[in-house]
């Protein structure tokens, strides 16, 4: 289940966001304090989940966060870049193919998008399997473009249009 972040989520966000294996590819260090995720929290609960920008849902499964699955909606409220973490205990299992798909039958079917995009490190295979694995083609690869935790990386990007989805889930 896709949900709001509750203050009770606090503990466990900052869990799987503190392991270095899950923050590697992500734009956070570890650890992330418990502090820093009741900020978090505090202030993803202020925002409109339709509005422009960053917001990031909680991934629930039987009452247990596992993940989170963020939208990032562009100005023109047509597009939406995507981004999404699972707690290392709980990956393998299919939650982030789930919830990213889910995610993006929202973004499609209610809100009306024509366009998904996300990005990965070049290193995250497990990532572009999933992308792919649920419709986006890979429409880039941008060469040592990113200067991440110290070296620089290789940027995958991806895309997916409100009809591709359509003709692949009919």
Not at 21 to 43: K, L, T
Not at 115 to 137: H, I, K, Q, Y
Request: glycine content about 8%; proline content about 2%.
């Amino acid at each position: 289940m896709l949900r709001s972040f509750s203050a009770a989520d606090a503990p466990a966000f900052a869990a799987y966001r503190s392991d270095p294996e899950v923050a590697r590819y992500q734009g956070w260090d570890a650890p992330f304090s418990v502090a820093r995720a009741e900020e978090f929290i505090r202030e993803v609960s202020a925002l409109d989940p339709a509005g422009i920008g960053w917001y990031q849902y909680a991934v629930d499964v039987g009452g247990t966060l596992v993940g989170d699955v963020g939208v990032n909606l562009h100005e023109d409220h047509r597009q939406a870049e995507i981004g999404y973490t699972v707690a290392r205990e709980h990956q393998r299992r299919g939650y982030a193919t789930e919830a990213v798909g889910r995610l993006v039958e929202h973004l499609f079917t209610d809100r009306g998008l024509h366009r998904v995009t996300a990005e990965c490190d070049a290193r995250n295979d497990r990532s572009a399997r999933l992308l792919t694995r649920l419709g986006f083609r890979q429409e880039g690869h941008r060469v040592k473009a990113t200067w991440h935790k110290g070296e620089w990386t290789d940027d995958l990007l991806f895309a997916l249009l409100a009809e591709e989805w359509r003709g692949k889930n009919t």
